[in-house]
């Protein structure tokens, strides 16, 4: 036999019965369990020793401290502020609420005496513990969810249109340039053996073969001091026409020769 289901299918209300009985039945069955709560915890206060009217007050401090805690706890969101403070308080009322009414019904069946120093004492701490814990709850800032007010704006898709072909445009030809020329490399400088003959090399720019005259005077105009004939002729002007034998064929320059 397959499983019945009972429930209503989607989107078809319940029938009216269900829905009165929900909605009427909860406040009743609220109002119920408080009424019966009420002797076994007005009992616990007269034990405490509370006399009337105060006595009335302990069923406020526990059965509807307990639905306080509870419907706080799970109205505050997940994470917020406060949320496991008055879980933890709703379960603590839950227990004092279950303990006064258990106490209550076994003083008065006789199976406990209700005259103990500790159940004093335990039912002398519950109204300020109440009121600290509620303005605890009452203190702690509860997140308000601000609607959104934006607005969707609808997607507008735009279609594009394929665009014509343009022709291409042929870019005109470089100008050729000529052939670079290329430079003759630079001459490697000469390295004389002796330094002094770099001032007797510039006297055969002028195209002639100088004379030995002016290459003393270009020796001591070069700080060399005073060189022998036979030195500038023979080791000087010899190594400088080494070199560059082209040198030795110029003309001899006219002036002082000695």
């Known amino acids: 036999m397959a499983e019945q289901n009972l429930s209503a299918p989607p989107g078809q209300r319940p029938p009216w019965y269900a829905r ?16 019966m709560s009420m002797p076994g915890e007005y009992h616990v206060a007269k034990i405490a020793g509370w006399s009337d009217p105060w006595a009335y007050g302990m069923p406020f401090a ?6 306080i805690a509870a419907v706080v706890a799970a109205t505050r969101p997940k994470g917020a502020r406060g949320r496991t403070s008055a879980q933890l308080g709703a379960g603590f009322a839950i227990v004092l609420a279950l303990a006064a009414q258990v106490v209550a019904h076994l003083v008065q069946t006789g199976h406990m005496n209700g005259n ?13 513990a109440v009121l600290a814990h509620l ?26 249109q394929p665009a014509e072909p343009r022709p291409a445009v042929i870019p005109p030809p470089l100008p ?6 290329e430079q003759p490399p630079a001459p490697t400088p000469i390295r004389y053996r002796d330094a002094r003959c770099t001032a007797i090399r510039p006297l055969y720019n002028d195209g002639a073969r100088p004379g030995t005259a002016a290459m003393r005077d270009a020796l001591l105009a070069a700080g060399h001091g005073r060189v022998g004939d036979s030195t500038i002729r023979g080791t000087l002007r010899a190594e400088v026409e080494e070199h560059e034998p082209h040198l030795a064929a110029l003309p001899p320059a006219i002036g002082r020769t000695a």
């Open 135 to 160: 303005l605890h709850l009452a203190a702690t800032p509860t997140p308000v969810v601000t609607p959104s007010t934006s607005v969707v704006a609808p997607v507008v898709e735009r279609v594009e």
């Open 62 to 67: 526990l059965s509807a401290y307990a639905g």
């Open 116 to 128: 103990q120093a500790w159940l004093i004492a335990v039912t002398s701490m519950v109204p300020p």
């Open 20 to 35: 009165t009985a929900t909605s009427a039945g909860r406040p009743a069955v609220l109002a119920a369990t408080l009424v």
């Open 176 to 181: 050729v340039e000529p052939p670079a020329i």
